[in-house]
């Protein structure tokens, strides 16, 4: 549904030189920088998938989605989304994608949200029951009913966003862009941003793609994901399997005994080898090294006959720390290439 | 056939927007009306001491040229749609984006909002100045030809407008900020329109260039139609004139704009 073939964007940045002198010496020349946001990103995403498409901030995952919304033209490479070039025919494509970007309003800044979403009925040619139908099914999960009759402006960043996924959604779009869609959302908009994304997408078998700093967005919704980190992409696959791929895991292990923290710590150290072991609290002890030495275990044959376990818990990785090692290892190749 | 409905629809849905975007600022409205009518009371007074003693400069007498200044300083009113300010706006901020989300012509969007806009500028501030001036102010009477080639020059010409400040909002893609662009436009178009002294009292030489720009045609052309100063085939060409201007300026606009999407760079993340 959503193919990108070695993406490339290159922006020519105007260089600011730094104080009052460099600012008029800009006047009369300028340096001209060229930044790569992407720099040969492939990926794709079957129909009805939902995908987390992540990176670090500059990663170019804002870059990516603009391309596959047809709003920037990349530099070399193509894209397709629903087997159309988004550029090719940009009335199709936009009754095909809904995108939320997350900075960015899609509403009529004066007008009331209701308005809204009449002008984006009409827009889309859509019929007056699923019209009727959205609005019954969003002002359900998002409460939209409250904020209904208040112009746009005068929503907070959280009422404003609650519009903006219900105004991509609106027309049912096969597709879905979200460019961090949950940003300034507390926990429970945040939820319930996630609940409607995950009724529609199982409704109506919308292709998601996700881009988003908060692992939750990408935990609720998506289930697989591609990491581009220098433009590049680095890591496509299932998010359990990404999950897998932390390097360290974690045992914390409660105990009860007379031997001595010190004494457990070196034992542990010693049986399991290559793990690092350390005291966190009155007879707690954390265990922590390479996902196959490290598990609950060979934690329990390294303490038994020495202490009484109270307490095992072997806590799943956190996807940012995946990503983060992730991040690492990539630069790391780069670093050594230099 | 089902295409061009539903692009009827959208634009409809637009104009709709527009209508209640334009009515959203009142307050607005209501200042343009202060400083078109204070405008023009200035420009009066000073008209006023120039004919001091005199019947007439170059066939205008007074009444003629309270009638020149009043018609192009409400079709001034006309020729300031904001889309210069809102569209180089988006492109600044990186939000013209979402214009281009929508199934519906970009140019063609944002010059339909302006014709709400003008509606309602034309409703709230044109024709209640105008009822006041028609009560208050001595004013020449038009004939029914020179109304009826007044009526479709103001059409093309408010078009001028609207397809000029198209194309300095698109001047957003080459240049960071408009400001300067914008307020040089402003300051031409009064000039070099004849909004402020009518083409035909300045220099030869200055008219002679002023009457190939494009500027005579949004408000020297239709007031002098107005006033019955080009009739018969002079009329026909002053507005064949207007025409090819709006021709030309649409043909840049459209070349403008894909341009710009062939550039296709988009500010902010």
Known sequence: ?338 | MTTLRVQARGYGAILGAGWRTALAYRGALMLTALTTALSLAVQLSVWNAVYDGRSGIQGYDATTMTTYLLAGNLLAVLLSNQIDDTLSGDIYRGDHVVGLLRPIGFLGSHAAVALPYLAVRLTLVVLPLLGFALVFVPLATPTVAGFTWFAVSAVLATTLGILLNLLVGLAGFITTSTWGLRYLKGTVVAFCSGQLVPLELMPAAVRGVMEWLPFAAMVNTPVRLLLGRLEGLAALHAVGVQLLWVGLGLLVCVFAWRGALKRGEVSGG
């Open chain 1, 1 to 338: 549904m959503i193919e990108a073939h070695e993406l490339s964007k290159v922006f020519k940045v105007r260089k600011m030189r730094p104080g009052l002198w460099g600012a008029v010496r800009g006047l009369v020349s300028a340096d001209v920088e060229e930044v790569r946001a992407l720099d040969g990103v492939s990926f794709s995403v079957p129909a009805g998938e939902r995908t987390a498409y992540l990176g670090v901030n500059g990663a170019g995952k804002s870059t990516t989605i603009k391309a596959l919304a047809g709003v920037l033209t990349p530099t070399s490479g193509h894209c397709r989304v629903a087997g159309r070039d988004p550029r090719a025919d940009r009335y199709a494509h936009a009754r095909t994608i809904g995108v939320v970007f997350g900075h960015r309003t899609q509403l009529w800044w004066d007008l009331p949200v209701e308005e809204s979403f009449r002008i984006l009925a009409r827009l889309h040619d859509m019929s007056k029951e699923d019209a009727a139908l959205n609005r019954k099914l969003f002002d359900e999960v998002l409460d939209l009913g409250e904020i209904a009759h208040r112009p746009v402006r005068t929503l907070s960043l959280g009422q404003r966003m609650r519009a903006e996924v219900a105004a991509a959604l609106f027309h049912n779009p096969r597709v879905l862009l979200l460019d961090e869609p949950t940003i300034g959302l507390d926990l429970l908009l945040k939820e319930a941003v996630h609940e409607l994304v995950n009724r529609v997408v199982a409704d109506r078998g919308t292709t998601v793609l996700l881009t988003s700093h908060d692992v939750a967005d990408i935990t609720a919704i998506c289930e697989r994901v591609v990491v581009v980190d220098s433009g590049r992409d680095v890591y496509t696959g299932d998010l359990d399997d990404l999950l897998r791929q932390a390097p360290t895991r974690t045992v914390r292990l409660d105990y009860s005994g007379d031997i001595s923290p010190e004494s457990l710590v070196s034992h542990v150290r010693h049986y399991i080898g290559l793990v690092q072991v350390e005291i966190v609290g009155r007879r707690r002890i954390k265990v922590e090294g390479p996902p196959d030495l490290a598990t609950p275990q060979a934690v329990l044959n390294a303490v038994s006959g020495l202490v009484t376990v109270t307490d095992l818990v072997a806590p799943e990785p956190t996807l940012g720390e995946v990503l983060r090692a992730l991040y690492v290892r990539t630069a790391e190749p780069a670093r050594g290439a230099r």
